[in-house]
């Protein structure tokens, strides 16, 4: 059964640091392209930062270039987006995502579509007060 599973949001005030994981089973993270996208309420799913299979070259949108950093650990079969210096506008759910064959980062994040149903965790929330 695939399924990802994501933690660590809170509630944080601006300038803090938050450190959010997403575990995956059922399937191998490193075959596939991740990322992680937000969506704040009443906005649509937005790419975040995403990270290639292969390679590992990663994307991030400009909004958090500078203050967020992507990585992944096979071994844990895991993915991570450490956030720094977060801002209230950085507040929404957070969703880890997955896709397999021949996307690059910048696609992913650029087209959340492409994710299938079962390759979407259930979100995790951070709310970043000013």
């Known amino acids: 059964q695939v399924q990802l599973r994501e933690s660590g949001g809170g509630l944080v005030q601006g300038g803090d640091s938050l450190r959010l994981s997403c575990t995956a089973s059922g399937f191998t993270l490193d075959d596939y392209t991740v990322g992680w996208f937000r969506q704040a309420p009443g906005k649509e799913r937005k790419g975040v930062s995403c990270i290639n299979k292969g390679n590992d070259r990663t994307y991030l949108a400009d909004s958090v270039k500078g203050r967020f950093t992507i990585s992944r650990d096979n071994a844990k079969n895991s993915l991570y987006l450490q956030m720094d210096n977060l801002k209230p506008e950085d507040t929404a759910v957070y969703y880890c995502?997955?896709?397999?064959?021949?996307?690059?980062?910048?696609?992913?994040?650029?087209?959340?579509?492409?994710?299938?149903?079962?390759?979407w965790g259930q979100g995790t929330q951070v709310t970043v007060s000013s």
């Open positions: 995502a997955a896709v397999a064959g021949f996307t690059t980062a910048q696609a992913l994040c650029d087209m959340p579509l492409l994710v299938l149903n079962d390759y």
